[in-house]
Every structure is written in structure tokens, then in C-alpha cells.
């Protein structure tokens, strides 16, 4: 099976993602996907660890066994796993063969941040580090466009988009071969699954039905505006007597505005802390500005006149990027592109404040505020004249 040769400039291009923030890479985002090709990577898994494992069986793969490690990284990061199996399977026929049985990467990485750099390629300690390793160059390489729009000007969701890109023929790769055989695999593989009914294991392993996902965004209201009232009276926020607004722009954009208040929680304790206190902003949204954003750039995050301006640019960025763009609907889904410059810690935290949150409200409970404060950046007035509104 031929190796795989990543571009050199694509890995300079993900090392500069990594270190940018999430909204960035939203806002060159601009290519318009086919969300209905049955070959777009994003989507709830359609194979299940089961399967996935007698594949690997099948195939006397050195990562036999591991079929729930590469399902639940599918989950996590929103890209249907059976698009991982199928790139493992072209790449090195499941690990068996070429430099994967010694790198134990699924995708044939070149060196990368976080991986033993060795002969061009990156060396992952277990196979589910090289599994997530991967799954991460797609969404945040791919799906975000921080390797492909430098290349080829837009973001990549199909196989069709992607490959071309991550097998380029100038590397003397069979670009259509490729694509032909990946399809091939998907569709035989679903054929093979049939209809997908695969139940949590007790452990809490994610559920492949966003139905019954409490933390799925998408939804009708889950707390009523004079209880989004109340939490931002309590909390002394400037923003105290917006409820309606906030409660509304969740009902426009078929969000539940649960995940916005806890969002604007845990970014600044409801705007008392940090920058938020001049920008007016319920999360931290970083510029360039977009077209409908009614805001201006302020030490580098949107800035805005009035809170409910921010409402919306918040639950715009959320429904049309997060959830119809990239098909990220949960909370552990989103926070995972939202709060990536933060690093895996920053990651995990941020999702568990804001389920833990979202739990409590629903069960019309106050908790303690959560709140991390570096997620604003600290106000530093630029001139004596300029004071932090309180109102």
C-alpha cells in the first residue's frame, strides 16, 4: 500500500491553527458545503465499536481491540468514524503494513506538535493517540480551513474536498483512486451495519442519537426569562433586565438559551469580569469582524454598543458556523473548536462547567458561578478617560 505524503506547508499551516483562536477560524470558513453528500465527514456515526472491531479482527490489525477509542474520538470531535476507518484502512491496510506498523498512526502524519518526530512522520506513543491526532488534522485542518484554505481557498467537508488535499497528486498519488476506494469502503461498511441502534455501554460511552443528548444545543427553552432574570440580577451583570432578549434570540435561532447563559457564565460571570465589561460581549468572540456583526474590534475581540447586539452575534456564530456548517451540535462537540487555543485542560474544563451548569438550571437550581477568568483577557483602561460602564 503506498504511503501517504502530506505537503510540507500543510503541517506549518496546522502548526499556526493550533495556536490561533476558534472564531478565527470560523470567520474563513466561507465556503459553502453540500451537506447532503453522503460523503461529508461531519455527522453522527453510522458504524458502531462493534463493528469497527470486526473489521480490525478481520484484518489482524495491530489496533484490534480498539474500535471504542476510534468510535468515541468520532463522536467527540463530530466526524462520523467510519471516514477514520477508511483513510486507516487506504493508509496502511489497518496498520498492517508500511511505516504505520512502527508509528502506530492512522493517517500517516507528517511530524506534528505533541508527536515524536521521526523519518518526516509523526510516532504516537498508543494507537488512540495516533487515532485522535487525526481526527483533529480533519476538523481543525479540514473542516476549519486552517490547512486547506491557504491551499486550495476553502474549507473541505467531503471526501471529494478533502482528498485532493490530503493526497495530492503532485505527490504522485492516484487522487481519484483514492477517493473511489474511501467511498467504497463507507458504503460497504454501511451496507454492512445496517440500521444503527448501538446502546451506551454503562460507562457513559456518547450515544450516536443527538436525540436524546442532553447537552445537544439545538432545542426549545429549557428556563424561562424571568429565571435568566433572576440569575443576572443576582449576579450584579450588566446586562441585568435583558432575559427577554437573550430568551427570544434562543427561540430565533432554535437554540436553547440555557447553553448562552451558561456560556456567558463561565466566559465572565454574566460581563462583571475581564473585558467583557467594555465590549458588551457574551462570549469572548475574537475579531475579524463579520459582515452582520454590529460590533467594532477592541484589543482584539469584538466590542459592541449594546448587550443584545452580542446575543445575536453569539447565537449567529453558534447556529450558521457551529451547528450548520460544521454539523457540531453538542456541548462537547462545540467547546472542542470554541475553546481550542486553550489547550485539552482549558477543553475539559469549560465542557464540564458548562453541562454542570446547564444540569442545575434545569432543575431550577443556582450553583456557585463557574467562571474562568483568563478567558477574557484582563481591562486595562488605555487612557485615563476611559472607565468601565456599570450600566
Not at 476549519?144 to 504522485?172: E, F, K, M, R, W
Not at 473585558?275 to 466590542?303: D, E, F, M, W
Request: glycine share 8%; aromatic share 14%.
Amino acid at each position: 500500500m503506498r504511503r501517504i505524503f502530506l505537503r510540507a506547508t500543510l503541517v506549518s499551516v496546522l502548526l499556526s491553527f493550533v495556536f490561533s483562536t476558534p472564531q478565527q477560524s470560523a470567520q474563513a470558513a466561507s465556503f459553502s458545503q453540500d451537506q447532503g453528500d453522503p460523503y461529508s465527514v461531519l455527522g453522527v456515526p453510522t458504524i458502531s465499536p462493534a463493528f469497527i472491531n470486526s473489521v480490525l479482527a478481520a484484518a489482524h490489525s495491530p489496533a484490534v481491540g480498539k474500535g471504542q477509542a476510534l468510535y468515541d474520538d468520532g463522536v467527540k470531535y463530530g466526524i462520523d468514524p467510519v471516514f477514520a476507518l477508511a483513510f486507516f484502512e487506504h493508509e496502511s491496510s489497518f496498520g498492517t503494513t508500511g511505516i504505520a506498523r512502527y508509528s502506530l498512526s492512522l493517517g500517516n502524519l507528517r511530524c506534528i506538535p505533541g508527536a515524536v518526530c521521526r523519518d518526516n512522520f509523526a510516532w504516537f506513543p498508543t494507537w488512540e493517540a495516533g487515532f485522535e491526532a487525526w481526527y483533529q488534522l480533519i476538523l481543525y485542518g479540514y473542516v476549519g480551513g486552517a490547512v486547506t484554505i491557504p491551499i486550495v481557498g476553502h474549507t473541505c467537508v467531503t471526501l471529494a474536498q478533502i482528498i485532493p488535499v490530503y493526497a495530492p497528486a503532485s505527490d504522485h498519488n492516484d487522487v481519484p483512486a483514492y477517493i473511489a476506494a474511501v467511498e467504497s469502503s463507507v458504503d460497504t461498511w454501511r451496507s454492512e451495519q445496517g440500521t444503527f441502534s448501538y446502546t451506551p455501554s454503562p460507562s457513559g460511552t456518547p450515544t450516536s442519537s443527538t436525540l436524546v443528548n442532553p447537552y445537544r444545543v439545538r432545542g426549545k427553552p429549557t428556563i424561562t426569562v424571568a429565571f435568566i432574570n433572576r440569575l443576572l440580577a443576582a449576579a450584579h451583570s450588566p446586562a441585568a433586565g435583558k432575559g427577554q432578549a437573550l430568551y427570544d434570540d434562543g427561540v430565533r435561532y432554535g437554540i436553547d438559551p440555557v447553553f448562552a447563559l451558561a456560556f456567558f457564565m463561565y466566559e465572565s460571570k454574566f460581563g462583571t469580569q475581564g473585558l467583557a465589561q467594555v465590549t458588551h460581549a457574551l462570549g469572548a468572540l475574537r475579531t475579524p469582524i463579520t459582515p452582520t456583526c454590529r460590533c467594532q474590534a477592541y484589543q482584539g475581540v469584538r466590542q459592541y454598543q449594546f448587550w443584545e447586539d452580542s446575543f445575536l452575534d453569539w447565537y449567529d456564530l453558534i447556529r450558521n458556523w457551529y451547528v450548520n456548517q460544521w454539523h457540531l451540535t453538542t456541548v462537547d462537540q462545540i467547546v472542542q473548536v470554541y475553546a481550542s487555543a486553550g489547550g485539552s485542560k482549558t477543553v475539559n474544563t469549560f465542557s464540564q462547567a458548562i453541562k454542570h451548569t446547564v444540569d442545575a438550571w434545569r432543575k431550577g437550581q443556582t450553583p456557585p458561578l463557574i467562571t474562568e477568568t483568563h478567558v477574557f483577557p484582563d481591562y486595562t483602561p488605555r487612557s485615563e478617560n476611559e472607565r468601565v460602564p456599570h450600566g
